[in-house]
């Protein structure tokens, strides 16, 4: 292995939802008011001439962001440098769905969850994209509420029903995972059951060709998953799908801007994207609630390319011989190097404590 890699040059995207109002239970109006009335169109013609560039491509949740109406003025706004890359399963906000969607108890909400994937896979259709979904109100909030082998029965046959769909249509289906939130106790909690999920569908006669996993980082670090291990993982059985960048404080999801903390496992993870060919996008999973939005994005941009350079400047060979001996010492060493911690630094930190 070569001591330097070459940059990959992934292209971005990032969730229009990073220019809302950034609600929260305490500010329910939202910490950017000034968005509320706003349209989506309006918000990607902020974002698009904020951002320039260093945004390839945006993502919007069905119903609620992007709608068959709406798609044409979306679309004047993305102009022909930007894309719409991914549609995201929009029912999690509707309390309507307060009990599920695929998963609610009463089958006439089923049908209807599962009619408004089928309907936002064909928009994905239409227009090139990929579809998120993220299962967020696909759970409970209480033991004993729920039969969980049912639920877990009516979940995974109406995954079956929208991944078929988006099988016939040619759409890629991303599969997130996240522990809590809405539901307290989301059925798909963790890279592992995302994978159950996709081979279970398998065995049940399911194409799985076009469905793979999206790594919504904060949510791997609220579980303890860490970062370069887990893509790692996907990559290995070739369900690596696309990613979603952030940061956060480890018990939450944050959705901080990009490199604010775990940054050893964020110059892990680039690593392991490029050494095992990842060739999709960074997309960029961000809820910048007191910030100045635009700017929030553009410097999770610019810290996740710096963090990618350390990554690549990382002396390749001394870190394989290190990692095939299990040594945290001879890793770390070649990671600081990167950072700085050179053997010159060395000298002078010797130096100054010999003259202490």
Not at 22 to 47: K, S
Not at 71 to 96: F, K, M
Not at 273 to 288: C, N, Q, S, V, W
Request: hydrophobic share 40%.
């Amino acid at each position: 292995m070569s001591s330097a890699m070459r940059n990959p040059r992934w292209k971005t995207s990032v969730g229009i939802w990073a220019f809302g109002p950034a609600g929260t239970r305490f500010v329910p109006g939202g910490y950017h008011p000034e968005m509320v009335r706003l349209p989506v169109e309006d918000r990607v013609q902020l974002a698009v001439e904020g951002l320039g560039p260093l945004v390839h491509g945006y993502e919007f949740h069905y119903g609620s962001e992007i709608t068959e109406e709406n798609l044409p003025r979306i679309q004047a706004a993305l102009g022909q440098e930007h894309d719409i890359y991914c549609i995201c399963y929009g029912l999690v906000p509707n309390p309507r769905f307060k009990l599920g969607a695929l998963a609610n108890p009463d089958p006439a909400l089923r049908a209807e969850a599962l009619a408004h994937h089928r309907a936002a896979i064909d928009l994905a259709a239409a227009v090139g994209a990929r579809y998120i979904i993220w299962p967020g109100n696909e759970g409970y909030n209480y033991n004993l509420m729920r039969d969980c082998a049912a639920t877990w029965g009516h979940f995974l046959e109406g995954l079956q029903g929208a991944v078929e769909h988006a099988a016939r249509r040619g759409v890629t289906v991303y599969l997130e995972h996240k522990n809590s939130e809405p539901a307290m106790q989301i059925l798909m909690r963790n890279v592992g059951m995302a994978l159950f999920i996709i081979y279970k569908l398998q065995t049940m006669g399911t194409d799985v060709s076009r469905l793979q996993v999206n790594m919504d980082w904060q949510h791997l670090i609220m579980n303890n998953e860490p970062l370069g291990e887990f893509a790692a993982l996907l990559l290995r059985e070739g369900r690596m799908g696309h990613q979603h960048a952030n940061s956060g404080w480890g018990s939450f999801d944050d959705d901080n801007m990009t490199g604010a903390s775990f940054i050893e496992q964020t110059v892990d993870l680039a690593r392991v994207l490029a050494e095992g060919g990842y060739t999709g996008r960074i997309g960029f999973d961000l809820y910048p609630y007191t910030e100045d939005t635009v700017a929030a994005v553009r410097r999770s941009v610019l810290q996740w390319e710096f963090l990618t350079d350390v990554a690549l400047r990382i002396d390749g060979e001394r870190l394989a011989a290190a990692k095939q001996k299990a040594d945290a010492v001879g890793a770390y060493s070649a990671f600081f190097e990167a950072l700085g911690l050179t053997r010159e630094f060395e000298e002078r930190v010797v130096a100054d404590y010999r003259a202490r």
